[in-house]
């Protein structure tokens, strides 16, 4: 090779190296790709989503423009403009209105914020609760209630103590509405008015004012939220940066402003999340998993298989010190195996129900009309294995509630580890018929039909829940809404949608 080649080798060689670093370089697949992330963000929120927003742009590129404004103000903004990328209310009937309306879809949980009285330092009106803003000569300010969120929680809080006409009119004639909870406080403080309502966290930012709390808000208790809008045409990286705002990280930074904040998930830019699934639901939430994962940016490590498997293997791993693999969310074939693992887990809900059916080759050759007919001499009958499997305890717990299970087992000649594997029995003529679910049937439609069994006793519920050990909690209850709202996926999957517990 003459020194020419070696010069272009070389050159080619510097190129793709480069190339390569770039790509290694860049955080994520579109962490700071696109158009910049346009958040709505309620002005009394603004200095924590700010120092938050110009991290995130720091660490992983990502443009964020932040609009400021009352919670109402927004809100319409969001309507009328059918554009940005998440809502920051300051409380949560702002996020209800918005999700009624159609305008967003995941809400993550920020922080908490109290109604208090605000006053210079010092409280030289000696202002104690209420109703010591309505003495004569006593200025204040106050958030109007149809655009500020400390307006619309003040109204509502008063009136219930029966003091929002009274505080109402002094308003109007001795002081301010303010379309913003800091413009309330910035007048208390430039001695515009003599007190003011405004959040507890807004309070904490200012040096020259003092914070007096009074009963009539003790139960006021507001939640900040942030949502992703329906609008939003970067739902991965807005998740992204909600996710940022919801974690420790995030957790942090409210609290240093003074915010009582959540307890949010650990931060990671692609979590990953260990889900232990029981095999009769895979039908069903397959696609489910697969979209989540691609929205959320996050890796679903899903194990599928029976549930006595499944559970076996969560006490294994508990009786590891470390109790790693331990899984973050688990949806059990039925409630028997949850209920096995309880301790573990913390909110469940009923997703669905199948049937339990008598699976036999299509014709059904055997003419089995009813499990009586599995005890038929010489009928060969597989079912699962109760110490792997659901369908294994749920089939001995319907024969013996049947009054037929010493016969009906005495022509088992076949257990499956789960209830995947028991169709595959009749498919291939292992055995004259099974006791599997009716969901397990439908794949193999052309080949073998199932005769329906007339008991209560022959279902299953399926149940979603959190560990209690999860670093993800949250977004496992992102992911348990998606699959709650996933209906069409479990009808088409031939479950029945416990659509009366959600």
């Given amino acids: 090779m003459n020194g020419k080649h070696l010069i272009c080798v070389g050159l080619i060689a510097i190129v793709v190296l480069v190339a390569l670093l770039i790509i290694l370089s860049r955080p994520d697949e579109d962490a700071g790709s696109g158009a910049p992330l346009l958040v709505y963000c309620a002005a009394g929120v603004k200095p924590p989503v700010l120092q938050l927003a110009r991290d995130f742009e720091k660490d992983y590129g ?8 009352g919670s109402g103000t927004l809100l319409s903004n969001v309507e009328v403009s059918q554009r940005g990328d998440l809502y920051i209310a300051g409380d949560t009937s702002y996020i209800e209105t918005a999700s009624e309306r159609g305008l967003i879809d995941e809400v993550l949980p920020l922080a908490y914020l109290r109604p208090v009285i605000a006053v210079a330092a010092g409280n030289p009106k000696g202002i104690k609760g209420v109703r010591d803003l309505l003495e004569e000569g006593t200025r204040i300010a106050l958030g109007n209630p149809d655009t500020a969120s400390i307006g ?3 109204k509502k809080f008063l009136a219930q103590a029966g003091l929002w006409d009274q505080i109402k009119r002094h308003t109007e004639s001795n002081g301010v509405f303010k379309p913003t909870v800091p413009e309330v406080a910035n007048d208390i ?26 009963p009539a808000f003790y139960s006021a208790v507001m939640e ?17 940066f909600a996710r940022w705002m919801n974690s420790r990280v995030g957790n942090r930074v409210f609290n240093q402003y003074g915010f009582e904040s959540v307890e949010g998930d650990v931060w990671e830019l692609r979590p990953e999340i260990t889900f232990f699934c029981g095999a009769v639901n895979r039908r069903a939430v397959d696609s489910i998993i697969k979209a ?11 194990v599928y298989n029976g549930c006595g498997i499944l559970t076996g293997q969560m006490r294994a791993i508990r009786q590891d010190q470390k109790g790693a693999g331990f899984p973050d969310v688990y949806m059990a074939c039925d409630r028997y195996y949850l209920e096995n693992v309880k301790e573990w887990f913390q909110e469940d809900v009923n997703i669905s129900d199948t049937d339990i059916v008598i699976a036999v080759p299509k014709g059904n050759p055997k003419n089995i009309k009813s499990l009586t007919d599995l005890a038929r001499p010489g009928m060969r009958v597989s079912v699962g ?6 369908i294994g305890v749920l089939t001995r717990q319907m024969l013996r509630k049947m ?12 257990q499956t580890a789960s209830s995947a594997m028991l169709i595959p029995t009749v498919t291939t003529k292992s055995v004259d018929a099974t006791l599997a679910y009716f969901t397990d049937t439908l794949a193999e439609s052309d080949k073998v039909e199932a005769v329906r069994i007339n008991s209560a006793h022959a279902k299953a519920i399926q149940p979603f829940s959190i560990s209690r050990s999860s670093e993800y909690k949250y977004l496992g209850r992102r992911l348990m809404k998606r699959i709650v709202e996933a209906k069409e996926s479990f009808s088409s999957a031939g479950f029945n949608v416990r659509t009366e517990e959600h």
């Fill in 385 to 390: 294995q109760p110490e792997q499997c659901t």
């Fill in 403 to 414: 009054n037929v299970h010493d016969d009906v087992m005495s022509n088992v000649v076949m």
């Fill in 292 to 302: 989540f994962e691609e929205r959320e940016g996050v890796v679903m490590n899903t």
């Fill in 189 to 214: 403080k430039l001695g515009a008015v003599d007190a003011g309502i405004i959040w507890d966290a807004t309070a904490a930012q200012y040096d020259d004012i003092e914070a007096i709390r009074d």
């Fill in 224 to 240: 900040i939220s942030v949502a992703v809008t329906r609008s939003t045409r970067q739902p991965q990286k807005s998740l992204r």
């Fill in 62 to 69: 990502v443009k964020i423009q932040l609009q400021y404004g």
């Fill in 152 to 154: 619309k929680q003040t």
